[in-house]
């Protein structure tokens, strides 16, 4: 009885041939779940680099909404 018996080897093949058996209906469906979470996972990604950089640009700006120093001043002393 070596390694290379027979038996054992018919016996693997039986083995695996069966466990892809059992696989093969699960696979297509667990593949198009894969490549689904990487097409989200993508997004995400490019919606989260968005973001950041659009955050950034804002915080670089001045706020439009707060009034200027100069112009605050000008009308304050009355001229126009």
């Known amino acids: 009885m070596g390694p290379h018996d027979t038996a054992n080897m018919v016996k693997k093949a039986v083995g695996v041939a069966g466990g892809a058996a059992l696989l093969a209906p699960v696979a297509p469906p667990l ?3 894969l490549a689904g979470l990487a097409v989200v ?3 995400v990604f490019t919606a989260g680099s968005l973001v950041f950089k659009a955050a ?5 700006m001045e706020n439009p909404l707060k009034p200027k120093e100069r112009a605050r001043r000008s009308n304050e002393s009355g001229i126009a």
Request: glycine share 36%; no cysteine.
């Open 31 to 33: 593949l198009h779940g």
């Open 41 to 43: 996972g993508l997004g």
């Open 56 to 60: 950034e640009a804002f915080q670089g």
